[in-house]
């Protein structure tokens, strides 16, 4: 069975692909939302460190090529206070 890889937009490192925090710019609509959806997607690490570095550095923004609502990183901060 192959595994899917996938990398990190913060901090680059790759992992399989379950281990990531998912957020996706749904296709036609252009919404973005996390985990759910078809469409351009980007994984970040479930760590503060790199869901921090995201929106100041709008590596969601540019990876997605579409603007990212406040609320999406909102619930991934709340995501990983959770987990």
Do not use: D, W
């Not at 399989?16 to 919404?31: I, N, Q």
């Not at 996390?34 to 980007?42: D, I, K, Q, T, V």
């Amino acid at each position: 069975m192959e595994i899917n890889y996938r990398r990190c937009i913060s901090c680059r490192a790759t992992a399989p692909k379950p281990y990531f925090l998912r957020v996706v710019r749904v296709h036609p609509t252009g919404e973005v939302r996390l985990h759910e959806g078809m469409g351009r997607s980007a994984y970040l690490c479930p760590q503060k460190s790199c869901v921090a570095i995201a929106p100041k550095k709008k590596r969601l923004e540019r990876a997605l090529k579409a603007v990212v609502p406040p609320e999406v990183y909102e619930q991934l901060e709340q995501l990983i206070q959770e987990g």
